[in-house]
């Protein structure tokens, strides 16, 4: 058993014995004992993740006096590969799908998903009524998933489908209207 664990195991049952005199016998003893071990294993994760919440604005306080500069642990933002891989396949099977569409449904697509006009402004700029944008959306984004659908059979094959192909679109159609 490595020195921590022992450290955490004693210190619940001295702090139980310390402060045996409080113990009110409304539940166990063990039950006791036990919610101490808890609470004492919270603090410490606390203390852990203590370093978290320092400032990055303020000096580090583990230096000496001669301005010795101790790094400070950040997330590493570099792009993981085969996310980047993932992503770049996604916006290729995007352009693939979108290239796919008749011109009218693209257009609405566009201006709505991507530009994300509201209705009135698409209908307005492309000259047709708003039922019409309504309806060419809705059309365009059935198009658009099975456009991806079939990229994704052809690519993964029916059992990668099946597996859970990441090639996800996003549906608005329930927040637009």
């Known amino acids: 058993m490595t020195p921590m664990r022992k450290k955490l195991y004693k210190r619940p049952i001295l702090k139980a014995f310390k402060a045996m005199g409080r113990f009110r016998e409304e539940a166990k ?16 994760l606390r203390k ?10 303020e000096p580090s306080k583990g230096g000496d006096d001669e301005g010795d500069y101790i790094p400070r642990d950040f997330a590493d933002w570099r792009e993981i590969p085969s996310e980047a891989l993932e992503t770049a396949r996604l916006r290729e099977a995007l352009k693939k799908a979108l290239a796919s569409l008749l011109p009218k449904y693209r257009q609405v697509l566009v201006l709505r998903d991507i530009e994300h006009l509201n209705i009135a402004e698409t209908a307005k700029l492309i000259g047709i009524t708003e039922a019409a944008v309504k309806t060419r959306l809705l059309r365009a984004r059935f198009m658009m998933r099975d456009a991806l659908a079939r990229l994704a059979l052809t690519e993964h094959g ?10 996800v679109i996003e549906h608005r159609a329930r927040t637009r209207y």
């Open 29 to 44: 003893f063990s039950t006791w004992i036990i919610q101490i071990a808890i609470n004492e294993a919270r603090m410490r």
């Open 48 to 57: 852990d993740r203590r370093h978290i919440y320092d400032s990055i604005d």
């Open 158 to 167: 029916e059992k990668g489908i099946r597996e859970g192909s990441t090639l």
